[in-house]
Nanobody, 122 residues
Framework: QVQLAESGGGLVQAGDSLRLSCAAS????????MGWFRQAPGKEREFVAA??????YYGDSVKGRFTISRDNAKNTAYLQMNSLKPEDTAVYYC?????????????????WGQGTQVTVSS
């Protein structure tokens, strides 16, 4: 089975940057969607970003600030988060799945990482 190992979270101040990494291992498919969701305490899980077929997709709340990229040779996706805001504070979950639309619109994925905490102070 596929396992996703994510890292890069931490505690930063508003306006700072972080880069999350998500490395896939096992029986992976390079054409699968990879991306991130996040969940803050007391709130629903939210779509953040996805990479699929050479294209990137973003949730409304992070457009213009976050950038997703992928290195297929390393089976690793990256999420560069700039201009972080306190409302970005959440646990960020890497995910992978076969279909873009269910991934983006319905948060459906086949594999999930363990989550990494991002905390942005004011």
């Amino acid at each position: 089975q596929v396992q996703l190992a994510e890292s890069g979270g931490g505690l930063v101040q508003a306006g700072d940057s972080l880069r999350l990494s998500c490395a896939a291992s096992g029986n992976t498919f390079s054409n699968w969607v990879m991306g991130w969701f996040r969940q803050a305490p007391g709130k629903e899980r939210e779509f953040v970003a996805a990479w699929s077929g050479g294209n990137s997709y973003y949730g409304d709340s992070v457009k213009g600030r976050f950038t997703i990229s992928r290195d297929n040779a390393k089976n690793t996706a990256y999420l560069q988060m700039n201009s972080l805001k306190p409302e970005d504070t959440a646990v960020y979950y890497c995910a992978a799945g076969p279909n873009l639309i269910p991934f983006v619109n319905h948060m459906r994925a086949s594999y999930w990482g363990q989550g990494t905490q991002v905390t942005v102070s004011s």
